[in-house]
């Protein structure tokens, strides 16, 4: 499915991409409110500084977020991000149009051509969805569990939401941490639980169209990435003497690894392949999600753009496809949460191993 | 394919969102939730357990109470038994006693015919016998008034007698 999904969304963005050129053609190239869908479609997907929520005519609605950048000319600074509305340019920083810092916070260099400034953690619009994502988060695990220490174990199981709460956890705990990660489960069950609950929170945040949702933040390989790190160390940290002693010394016939440590080698190589296939996953998942409800939507536009007729037309069938691929997204949004945090309990779970030679 | 690079900033903010996000869950929320939901396990299993274990006693004190009702029935048969047997023998032995009673009476009452009888004979013997002597005087007084007839009755004993004594 995720293979398909990804093809799919190739196959329309290329579609996307073709047809407003040629409605451009046909339009002798002048009509500038033509629909550019990849326009569309990057400026959802990529990171911003403000929070674009939606345009009312000429009025773009938007919150602005604070930037904080570290330049060598200016030093640390902090504004916000109102300044750079209307393409202005504000203590000699802009935001690139073109080239490979599109969309980013600019200076100009010495040598007149732009570059980043050194340090850039202003809060974007991905920064923003993660917090508010993660005061959700928070939120709700807190009064789950205030519910719990209130109520007792005596009373009856919880229905509802803290049910369907529940259920997940004990999922997590007795299907995902136990089996994967054998006797020692116990210690990385909160790190589980918590990429499980933020990964699936965000992606089900990403599938509402409008304010505190709708933002990109799983299909952001810097957040997969910051989740893969954070498996990586759950790994490595606490990976006993056998993991170690498998990596620099398996258990292979010794022209292996003496002269040429090839062996070892590939045991580190693979140390860093493991979190990199989890951050690429997740994150080509949700972004080719989101890719492809954002084309299906845009079709309806580009159509309209050709002809009212076909448009229509193809109104309802994009519809239909996007409610298709929205139901399709909250079961993505599921399994997604569920392969990282199970893929991540299965490499603790290596990370563990037994004395199996000695076993024999 | 400028998203396929992972922004330093926004990767630095999510560590530490993450980071804290995960130390306020670890601390405060999953272990809450997984112990009450382990401890809630712990209570329905010893919920269960005990349940059972009442409702085994519940059969042991009914099978206990069964057997109790059936040696009070057992008991009630024998004692019925028992009764019954003592009122047979009861009725047998007052019945011999009385049987006894009235074959002693009987017997008394026939010793005392039989002496009552044997007294009257003796006393009808006696009056037999006066009466008879006395009889036999008068008739001898009267026979004996003439000498004939007492030579004749005489020799008619004295044959008599004889003859007695001959046919012995």
């Not at chain 1, 999922?171 to 909160?190: C, L, Q, S, T």
């Not at chain 1, 989101?290 to 229509?312: D, E, P, Y």
Request: proline share 3%; charged share 20%.
């Amino acid at each position: 499915m995720r293979g398909s999904n990804l093809f799919l969304a190739a196959l329309l963005l290329h579609v996307a991409m073709f047809l407003p050129q040629k409605s451009f053609a046909a339009q002798t190239n002048s009509d500038t409110s033509a629909v550019d869908v990849k326009k569309i479609i990057f400026e959802h997907v990529k990171d911003a500084y403000e929070w674009h929520i939606t345009t009312w005519g000429d009025k773009h609605i938007s919150i602005p977020l604070p930037v904080i950048l570290y330049s060598e000319r200016t030093g640390w600074v902090a504004f916000s991000s109102e300044v750079f509305h209307h393409g202005e340019e504000y203590m000699g920083f802009r935001i690139s149009h073109n080239g490979d810092n599109e969309g980013k916070i600019v200076e100009m260099g010495a040598d007149g051509k732009e570059k980043r400034p050194i340090i850039d953690i202003s809060v974007t619009k991905t920064v923003f969805a993660v917090l508010l994502n993660a005061i959700i988060l928070v939120v709700i695990v807190l009064l789950i569990a205030r519910r719990y220490k209130r109520k007792g174990h005596t009373l009856e199981a919880p229905r509802g939401f803290v049910g369907a709460f529940e259920m997940l956890v004990v999922m997590v705990v007795d299907d995902i941490a136990k089996p994967n990660i054998g006797a020692e489960y116990k210690r990385y069950v909160p790190y589980l639980l918590t990429a499980f609950f933020f990964i699936f929170l965000s992606n089900l945040m990403g599938l509402i169209p409008i304010f505190p949702g709708g933002s990109n933040v799983t299909g952001n390989i810097a957040v997969t990435m910051a989740l893969a790190i954070c498996t990586f160390l759950a790994i490595n940290l606490f990976g006993n003497r056998e993991y170690w002693k498998e990596i620099f010394w398996p258990d292979v016939p010794m022209w292996l690894k003496v002269p040429v440590p090839l062996m070892p080698f590939i045991e580190i190589f693979g140390m860093f392949v493991k979190p990199f296939a989890l951050m690429i996953r997740l994150f080509a998942n949700i972004l080719a999600g989101h890719t492809v409800v954002l084309a299906f939507v845009c079709i309806i536009f580009v159509t309209m753009a050709v002809n009212t007729a076909i448009g229509s037309a193809m109104t309802v069938l994009s519809v239909l496809f996007t409610v298709f691929i929205n139901f399709l997204e909250i079961l993505v949004a599921f399994i997604q949460a569920f392969v990282f945090t199970m893929l991540s309990a299965v490499f603790i779970g290596l990370s563990q191993p037994k004395h199996h030679c000695n076993d024999k | 394919m400028s998203f396929l690079l992972p922004d330093a900033g926004l990767l630095f903010w999510m560590l530490i969102v993450f980071g804290i996000v995960f130390f306020i869950l670890a601390k405060y929320g999953f272990p809450v939730i997984i112990s009450m939901v382990e401890e809630r396990k712990l209570y329905i299993d010893k919920s269960l357990k005990s349940a059972r274990e009442a409702n085994e006693k519940l059969a042991d004190i009914n099978a206990r109470s069964e057997a109790l009702l059936k040696t009070a029935h057992e008991e009630q048969a024998r004692i019925m038994r028992e009764a019954l047997s003592m009122r047979d023998r009861i009725v047998k032995e007052a019945r011999e006693k009385a049987e006894e009673e009235r074959a002693e009476m009987l017997e008394e009452t026939r010793r005392i015919i039989r002496m009552e009888k044997e007294d009257a004979m003796r006393d009808i013997r006696r009056q037999v016998a006066l009466v008879s002597v006395e009889i036999a005087q008068k008739l001898l007084r009267k026979e004996l008034s003439e000498s004939t007839k007492q030579y004749s009755l005489i020799e008619e004993f004295v044959d008599e007698t004889m003859n007695k004594h001959q046919d012995k």
